[in-house]
């Protein structure tokens, strides 16, 4: 059976640095797409970062954020900094991605704060 189990979220404040992990199970992250999505109260569920062929990012994440993946480890990495309050969310592993949409399966999420 097909799970991911995101980690590495928590309270940073502007400014900080957080990696988050995304480490499957029962499937690979080799030749498949993976997405790092972000959710916040009374926002749409938005895509941050996807790795397909290549890396491809939102405007607001550009520069910023950068998706990695170590297949050894069957673990996708998102490593955020210069993190801003508009970053606050919950973060979502996403496999099966392609560069405009999502995948069929989902972490449960990691949640990221970034104090003003």
């Known amino acids: 059976q097909v799970q991911l189990a995101e980690a590495g979220g928590g309270l940073v404040q502007t400014g900080g640095s957080l990696n988050l992990s995304c480490t499957a199970s029962?499937?690979?992250?080799?030749?498949?797409?993976m997405a790092w999505y972000r959710q916040a109260p009374g926002k749409e569920r938005e895509m941050v970062a996807v790795?397909?062929?290549?890396?491809r990012y939102a405007e607001s994440a550009k520069g910023r954020f950068t998706i990695s993946k170590d297949s050894a480890k069957n673990t996708v990495y998102l490593q955020m900094n210069s993190l801003k309050p508009d970053d606050t969310a919950l973060y979502l592993c996403?496999?099966?991605?392609?560069?405009?949409?999502?995948?069929?399966?989902w972490g449960q999420g990691t949640q990221v704060t970034v104090s003003s």
């Open positions: 996403n496999l099966g991605a392609t560069a405009g949409s999502a995948g069929p399966y």
């Open positions: 029962g499937t690979t992250v080799l030749n498949t797409g």
């Open positions: 790795m397909t062929r290549t890396a």
